[in-house]
């Protein structure tokens, strides 16, 4: 038997379940396929075994495969993005189906010829963190350069045209990795040509499984996402190439989490060096950090030691250089993309909707909003620690259904938006982002019931809500949701309710958020603390959740989350992970409005980058610029000086 073509069908077909089924049937374990060979001399494609994760992306995400490697990757069949054909696609607002057929990431042909040029420099918007300590630092902007610096595990395999949903796993630093007991038990085979960087107090060694161990440790004990990896027992390495990962309870979630943005290798000595972490970068990655400045910018170099090689044995990167300029205006933003200053950007579709008309040139793909309301969609959260009204969940509901969202997404977004829901959307059985028309009655727009709701509770002549947010710019993205905050501020008006807005500067609000000090509500867009998919909803509306930081206390979404955090099958998780999203929109635990799409927009001279704006995969993709390159007949000459 053919188990992991038959384990991969049944992934595909009915989800994790049936594969473990099958395995079982077999009585054999299931392996991933490694990674492409790193032979030193490689002219022509290895020859590979299709890949079959040993987990899905998420629990009941089906796994991609990739079909053997040839000498040009260009000839391989591309991932079928199929939601242009769904029900729930069709439901969405006609303007944002014209554009999402339009420029949709299947439209991007990987090259044919495959023949990356080397070296040059990629120049991109970014900034460098105060606090570079990426296991205890909240700050997420530290996730971009160690994107680049630091592998994993298991990273995603993502190209132009890739599902950005059934995401294909592959090894990075892990060659090959099996489970026993439902992913109770892991076992990661490493690879042995991997060397930290030589500097102190490291001195370029070789990343042996010893490394492995002291993280995983550090990461279930000392760092901030200890909680989540409190399932974790105990981890081994038997031998400098094998770690052991036992849990207490099964985790077929653990890959999963070790291609997260946060889970990236980091070396004992600098953890063990007062301010290492804090102050620098030391990695093994595709690049390294040279130079660094907050609020400036940083620069990174081809790391020489990189084991990476494509699937025709070409070392990587192919980039010999990235600069990343902070430049936090979005209209100057947009000036460094129109003269060519930047060679990649991910804007919301609001800011670029004038310059595309004229920019036939440009590489276009819409990105999409965030799969789930708590990565990328504004909302207003309360902070339920302190009383108020917000306390009543009659004066809640009131103040979700006080909004047309239909109209604020026109206001705010030019009528290109979707509605959040509070778990992926994909995880509770959608199949495509939801509309207004999927969402209960305590969220439609009834501002009639709304006035009933707020009366019943006590608050007939309505009250005034203090609300942080980051301050009103008039430019870019801020301003479109700007306009969409006015446009909530108008509606609650209509029933009695006043915004009193209190600005911070970014990114004092998230850290307020974090640390629970704020006092009536927030407005903002966060990203949640945790990494592990089957641990997301927990995370977020458990009383005990390591992002619960508005202190929702539900004793019914308690039950849900953790009755979701120890189930496997598949089907019970989507009706869990449904019962969940229901149970907090009909509790109305926050508020919140349409998200906005964004366009990832290349020069024509980028080649082979998927730099996509799901966090859930990739901050912003940096790690697959290790196999962009820039066409030289094309780019800038002064990025190949």
Not at 122 to 140: D, F, T
Not at 313 to 337: F, H, Q, S
Not at 491 to 505: A, N, S, Y
Request: glycine letters at 6%.
């Amino acid at each position: 038997m053919n188990i992991a073509r038959t384990a991969l069908r049944g992934l595909l077909l009915g989800g994790l379940a049936f594969a473990l089924v099958v395995l079982a049937a077999c009585g054999k374990e299931q392996k991933a396929a490694p990674t492409a060979a790193p032979a030193a001399t490689a002219t022509k494609a290895a020859a590979t075994s299709p890949t079959t994760a040993p987990a899905p992306t998420a629990a009941t995400r089906a796994a991609v495969t990739s079909p053997a490697a040839t000498a040009s990757p260009a000839a391989t069949v591309q991932a079928k993005i199929n939601y242009l054909a769904s029900a729930q696609f069709a439901k969405q607002p006609a303007k944002a189906q014209e554009l999402l057929k339009k420029y949709h990431g299947s439209a991007l042909k990987r090259p044919d010829p495959y023949n990356p040029q080397i070296g040059g420099t990629l120049r991109l918007p970014g900034n460098i963190p105060a606090n570079m300590n990426h296991v205890k630092s909240l700050e997420a902007g530290v996730i971009g350069p160690i994107e680049h610096t630091n592998p994993g595990l298991i990273e995603p395999k993502l190209n132009w045209g890739d599902d950005l949903v059934h995401v294909e796993m592959r090894g990075d630093l892990a060659l090959s990795w099996s489970q026993t007991g439902n992913g109770q038990v892991w076992t990661f085979k490493l690879r042995d040509n991997a060397y930290w960087e030589e500097k102190a107090p490291v001195a370029r060694r070789r990343v042996i499984a010893q490394d492995v161990k002291f993280d995983l440790d550090i990461w279930r004990t000392e760092s901030l996402l200890a909680p989540e990896f409190s399932d974790i027992e105990s981890v081994e390495a038997p031998d400098d190439t094998t770690v052991v990962v036992k849990g207490k309870v099964p985790m077929p979630d653990l890959p999963t989490a070790m291609w997260a943005v946060r889970m990236r290798l980091f070396a004992p000595e600098c953890y063990k060096t007062p301010t290492c972490m804090e102050q620098q970068i030391i990695g093994f990655g595709p690049f390294k950090l040279l130079e660094a400045k907050q609020d400036v910018g940083y620069t990174l170099v081809r790391n020489p030691d990189y084991y990476g090689r494509d699937d025709a044995g070409n070392k990587l990167p192919y980039i010999d250089r990235i600069e990343r300029v902070n430049i936090t205006d979005p209209a100057a933003n947009i000036a460094a993309m129109r003269t060519g200053q930047f060679d990649a950007s991910t804007r919301p579709y609001s800011e670029f909707q004038d310059l595309l008309k004229t920019r036939q040139d440009w590489n276009i793909v819409m990105t999409g909003a965030c799969v789930e309301n708590l990565t990328c969609a504004e909302q207003i959260n309360f902070n339920y620690r302190n009383q108020g009204p917000w306390q009543d969940v009659r004066v809640r509901r009131a103040l979700n259904m006080a909004l047309d969202r239909d109209k604020i997404g026109e206001i705010g977004y030019g009528g290109i938006y979707t509605i959040p829901y509070p778990v992926a959307y994909y995880d509770a059985g959608y199949d495509f982002y939801l509309t207004t028309k999927d969402l209960p009655a305590t969220m439609q727009y009834n501002p009639t019931e709304a006035k009933r709701l707020l009366a019943d509770a006590g608050y007939p002549n309505g009250f005034t809500l203090k609300v942080l947010r980051t301050p009103f710019t008039g430019t870019g993205r801020n301003l479109a949701d700007s306009n969409a905050d006015q446009a909530l501020e108008e509606m609650w008006k209509q029933v009695g309710v006043k915004i009193d807005w209190v600005f911070q500067p970014t990114p004092s609000p998230v850290a307020s958020f974090q640390q629970a000090k704020w006092d009536e509500a927030i407005a903002l867009i966060y990203w949640p603390t945790g990494q592990r998919a089957q641990m997301k909803p927990y995370n977020a509306y458990n009383s005990k959740g390591l992002s619960n930081f508005p202190g929702i206390k539900d004793a019914e979404l308690d039950r849900l989350t953790e009755q979701l955090r120890a189930t496997l099958d598949p089907q019970q998780r989507t009706q869990l992970n449904k019962q969940i999203g229901d149970r907090f929109l009909d509790q109305a635990w926050a508020v919140f409005g349409p998200d906005q799409w964004r366009y990832q927009v290349m020069q024509p001279w980028l080649i082979n980058a998927a730099n996509y704006a799901d966090s859930e995969i990739t901050l912003y993709g940096s790690r697959t610029y290790e196999r962009a390159w820039l066409d030289k007949s094309k780019a800038p000459a002064e990025r190949f000086k």
